[in-house]
């Protein structure tokens, strides 16, 4: 049974920093590309990264959120930096077998129920 749990979230003032992670289990972990997505309220959910032999951002995140991981423990991250009110949301891990980045929610075949990141001005 494939499971990812994320955890990190939390208040931060705008300006700070969050580190997401997402514990992965169930499956090879090395041979799928891992993703962040977020939801605003009254919003749809929107890519903000992906990674698998490279890494893709978001215009909107390019410069302050990084994206990595660790196959020994079979997690994924998402550095957080200067923070805006417009960052806040709900922050999914999503992942899918290799192939290329993928950028699309109906392209990813996991993933997690979400940490909330609320970001106050």
């Known amino acids: 049974q494939v499971q990812l749990v994320e955890s990190g979230g939390g208040l931060v003032q705008a300006g700070g920093s969050l580190r997401l992670s997402c514990a992965t289990s169930g499956l090879t972990f090395s041979a799928y590309t891992q993703g962040w997505f977020r939801q605003a309220p009254g919003k749809e959910r929107e890519f903000v990264a992906a990674?698998?032999?490279?890494?893709y951002y978001a215009d909107s995140v390019k410069g302050r959120f990084t994206i990595s991981r660790d196959n020994a423990i079979n997690t994924v991250y998402l550095q957080m930096n200067s923070l805006k009110p417009e960052d806040t949301a709900v922050y999914y891990c999503a992942a899918v077998p290799r192939g290329g980045i993928r950028s699309r929610e109906y392209e990813y075949d996991y993933w997690g129920q979400g940490t909330q990141v609320t970001v106050s001005s």
């Open positions: 990674i698998n032999w490279n890494t």
